[in-house]
């Protein structure tokens, strides 16, 4: 009765039944929401902006309304004829996926990656292919992998700048090294304000079409406002803006008033970004401190995001290891194979999590190991 485009009836995975039978308060070292960790929010200046929005005429246009493209071309410094305001960077993704690729065509990203590309994809009747990201001292591009595997329906490269869950930026010379191939350039930076170290520029350039994308659910921790953003550069970008306009005219899915109430969003969304970044910064450093007392566990080099990457030992599959810490410690984390590593023995944690939860799950997590 169904189209073949997703698994409708998946089965459930067995970490989601050990969590359901779990009796007792599980340790969540998952959680990637940032209004239910406890981030300080201006809940009442918010709510005024949004009271005011919300007398907001109804205006529709498709690419956005031009205060709202305008409001997101002042933060990122572009020309706001560049900007196309979407309710979401799953949207935005959709809507790129349809411009640039007919069923049965193919986009190529890195793996270990978050899977919603994958969901995405699916919906959109294209498939999915990768490269691995490799690790050295840092997680790497290899253009010689994605040369590998790059075919002749492949249609776009899709980066995740920094990458979630490895938190490792797309280097100024993997840019260029990706830009000679002359495919389109999807540019996932939801994560990019958020960094350890320094930061790599956006995927923004003149001599290929690329997409970079944003939105206020990173960006101000606001993802129940369902607003997102796409920056377009590059040779071809105004024939691809008038595509996407039409695209979108289809479906006018971004609220008035979100819209309208950007510019003020916009304006407050620092102290909210400073907020999670401050709380990501304390979480990786208790976690470094810890785990380097532990020399069964070590947290690999992590450049920006919300999340940190765990290297544990390969005694048993990371599946086995994060159904033990529920079961027998009440701690929830993301086993590896949840985002393809290529090998066992990684573990992935929100740096987003409350401190003292953190910091008791990681000491049970620790504990569980060898010693």
């Not at 599980?26 to 007398?55: C, K, Q």
């Not at 690729?101 to 699916?122: F, I, K, Q």
């Not at 958020?194 to 520029?201: E, G, I, K, L, Q």
Request: hydrophobic share 45%.
């Amino acid at each position: 009765m169904f189209s073949n485009r997703a698994h409708w009836n998946a089965t459930t995975n067995r970490l989601t039944v050990a969590r359901l039978a779990y009796r007792g308060t599980l340790l969540d070292l998952t959680s990637s929401n940032p209004t239910t960790a406890g981030i300080a929010y201006p809940l009442d200046e918010i709510s005024e902006v949004m009271a005011r929005a919300a007398r907001a005429p109804y205006d529709p246009q498709p690419l956005g309304l031009a205060s709202a493209r305008e409001a997101v071309a002042h933060a990122l410094a572009c020309d706001a004829a560049d900007v196309v305001i979407t309710a979401s960077t799953s949207e935005a993704y959709s809507f790129l996926f349809k411009l640039l690729c007919d069923p049965g065509d193919a986009v190529l990203t890195a793996r270990p990656s978050y899977p919603l590309l994958e969901h995405l994809a699916a919906l959109e009747l294209i498939d999915l292919h990768y490269f691995p990201l490799e690790f050295h001292r840092r997680w790497e591009i290899n253009p010689s992998r994605i040369e590998t595997a790059i075919t002749g329906r492949t249609r776009a490269v899709v980066v995740i700048n920094p990458n979630n869950p490895t938190g490792s930026y797309v280097s100024q010379a993997e840019q260029e090294e990706i830009a000679r191939f002359g495919l389109p350039v999807i540019s996932d930076e939801v994560f990019h304000p958020f960094t350890f170290a320094d930061r790599s520029p956006s995927f923004v350039r003149n001599d290929v079409l690329s997409f970079a994308l944003g939105g206020l659910s990173k960006s101000a921790g606001l993802p129940h406002y369902k607003l997102g953003w796409m920056q377009v550069s590059g040779p071809g970008k105004h024939e691809a803006i008038q595509a996407l306009e039409m695209i979108a005219d289809n479906f006018l899915s971004v609220s008035a008033p979100v819209q309208a109430a950007l510019p003020e969003l916009l304006a407050i969304a620092p102290r909210i970004r400073g907020a999670i970044q401050d709380r990501t910064s304390q979480n990786l450093a208790t976690l470094r401190a810890m785990v380097e007392k532990c020399p069964a566990a070590r947290v690999l080099p992590v450049e920006g995001g919300w999340s940190a990457v765990i290297r544990v030992p390969r005694i048993d599959s990371d599946e086995a290891l994060a159904l033990r810490l529920i079961e027998e410690h009440g701690v929830v984390i993301h086993p590896g194979y949840f985002f393809d590593f290529e090998s066992e023995g990684h573990m992935v944690v929100s740096l987003l999590t409350e401190p003292r939860i953190f910091e008791e799950g990681i000491t049970r997590l620790i504990s569980s190991l060898p010693q």
